[in-house]
């Protein structure tokens, strides 16, 4: 039987709720979920609280060493894999992460969407082709994507 744990923490763009079931974190939502506690002993959750303080300081991005399970099709958890690539202060465009894939920009536009782990899955790192920031659904939207690359050096 599989526990949920969860650990609300405030943070520059906001309240974030994180989610750990099996010692693995399966989401990062925007706000504070109503039976959500501020504090756990959930050691992931833990870990992936210090990461982001330490992300939210300096804009670089370690959380590579962080156990995270999200649930998704086949293709969505390929296209995190291939975003979880990109290191912080770097972008791709939909297309060149589409190419990569053997798939579409349409398609790759899905799967950011519907990720489930946004800030620890970096889709905010991906750009229109023609540069501009294009969508988030984290946070206030494009406000936060520009804040979130702004941080990381990417953009100006």
């Known amino acids: 039987m599989s526990t949920m744990e969860t650990l609300c923490i405030n943070s520059p763009v906001g309240k974030l709720t994180l989610f750990a079931e099996n010692a693995e974190i399966t989401a990062l939502c925007w706000g504070h979920g109503a039976e959500a506690p ?24 370690n959380f590579s060493g962080l156990a995270l399970a999200p649930h998704g099709t086949p ?10 690539k990109i290191k912080s202060g770097k972008t791709k465009s939909y297309g060149q992460i589409a190419k990569s894939l053997k798939s ?19 889709c905010h790192r991906i750009l229109n082709a023609d540069g501009k920031i294009g969508h988030y659904s984290g946070g206030e939207g494009q406000a936060t994507k520009a804040f979130l690359l702004r941080l990381e050096g990417a953009i100006d």
């Open 104 to 122: 579409g920009p349409r398609a790759v536009g899905g799967a950011c969407a519907a990720n489930p782990i946004p800030l620890l899955i970096p």
């Open 38 to 61: 501020f504090t756990t002993t959930c050691k992931v959750l833990l870990l992936a609280e210090k990461l982001l303080a330490a992300y939210f300081k300096s804009g670089q991005s």
């Open 75 to 84: 293709f969505q958890n390929r296209v995190w894999r291939e975003m979880s």
